[in-house]
């Protein structure tokens, strides 16, 4: 699991089969009500991923300023 508080999410990282719909990639859940979280979303494309860093962006890239963004590590590469 990796915590972004800043986000209020939270990210389910190699938790599935690798056969499965998420690829055992980064799955993002919102805590923003901790009593009910919410599947916001997941990055299945680049494969199995052990490990993330996600933090909100701050530029330089004006079009991603205060997105939340993950670094994903995996076997072979750093996807994003």
Known sequence: MVVNEEANHIYSVGAVPRNHTYGAGIIAIDMTDVSKPV?????ADAGY???????IYRG?????????ICYGYN??????
């Open 39 to 43: 599947m916001s979303g997941y990055a």
């Open 49 to 55: 991923v052990h490990d993330a860093q996600c933090l």
């Open 60 to 68: 330089p890239d004006t079009k991603y300023v205060g997105k939340d």
């Open 75 to 80: 076997e072979r590469n750093l996807v994003m």
